[in-house]
Nanobody, 124 residues
Framework: QVQLVESGGGLVQAGGSLRLSCAASGRTFSRYHMGWFRQAPGKEREFVAGISANGWTYYADSVKGRFTISRDSAKNTVFLQMNSLKPEDTAVYYC??????????????????WGQGTQVTVSS
């Protein structure tokens, strides 16, 4: 069983920055692929960024160059640094763990564990 707890969301003006954190339980955190997803009202949950167990990173086109995902395996934590935020980034952001040994997935269906979500609101 893996528990994920997100933090760091909030209200920020357009152009500002936020840093999300996701603390994970479990001694095998370093073996998991970790992803950040978001869901805006009335929209489907979408992939934002992911980092594989061996450190490869992947980003949605909409956030490339603005968001950076990283992980600290010693602290069982994954981060999402969000810069140059836009109103369209407003959503609930979720951290998720993919425990499969196959290549990291980009679809929500491929993730086994989810955090409770943290709200990010970007005002114009």
């Amino acid at each position: 069983q893996v528990q994920l707890v997100e933090s760091g969301g909030g209200l920020v003006q357009a152009g500002g920055s936020l840093r999300l954190s996701c603390a994970a339980s479990g001694r095998t955190f370093s073996r998991y692929h970790m992803g950040w997803f978001r869901q805006a009202p009335g929209k489907e949950r979408e992939f934002v960024a992911g980092i594989s167990a061996n450190g490869w990173t992947y980003y949605a086109d909409s956030v490339k160059g603005r968001f950076t995902i990283s992980r600290d395996s010693a602290k069982n934590t994954v981060f999402l640094q969000m810069n140059s935020l836009k109103p369209e980034d407003t959503a609930v952001y979720y951290c998720a763990a993919d425990t499969a040994i196959t290549p990291m997935g980009l679809s929500p269906n491929e993730y086994d564990y989810w955090g409770q979500g943290t709200q990010v609101t970007v005002s114009s």
